[in-house]
């Protein structure tokens, strides 16, 4: 565990790209079965076995939740664990229960918040 105090949410996310190539072998066997005056009668066998080459790339990255538009946040879908990322040395933590952690910005706006809080009544 690291040190920090300021962490951010995120989430992980993967990308998977499966490509196939699909490679057809046709394998075309024309028999003559026998012909009269007018007509030929063929039989034809197409035998077509497909391999398939799949290719799958992975790509697992850290994406970060907006602090600015909760809305658009993915967070909140399928969350089985939540992830913090420190914003001070970037180690990256799983808890199975949300975390009462700030970010820099959260903090900022806390003490901007508290700052402005008029205290003219206080105590009276
Ligand atoms: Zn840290």
Not at 21 to 33: E, F, G, L, Q, S
Not at 71 to 84: G, Q
Not at 101 to 113: D, G
Request: with cysteine.
């Amino acid at each position: 565990m690291c040190g920090g105090v300021h962490f951010r949410k995120g989430y992980y996310e993967i990308d998977v790209n499966i490509d196939i190539y699909p490679t057809a072998y046709n394998d075309v066997k024309v028999r003559t079965r026998g012909y009269d005056d007018v007509h030929i009668d063929v039989d034809v066998d197409v035998n077509t076995s497909i391999d398939n080459e799949i290719v799958e790339k992975g790509d697992i990255s850290f994406r970060l939740i907006s602090e600015e538009n909760k809305e658009f946040s993915r967070y909140d879908k399928s969350v089985d664990t939540y992830k913090y990322i420190c914003e001070d040395c970037g180690f990256i933590m799983s808890f199975i229960k949300e975390k009462n952690v700030e970010s820099i910005s959260e903090e900022k706006k806390r003490k901007q918040k508290e700052n402005t809080y008029d205290w003219t009544n206080f105590g009276k």
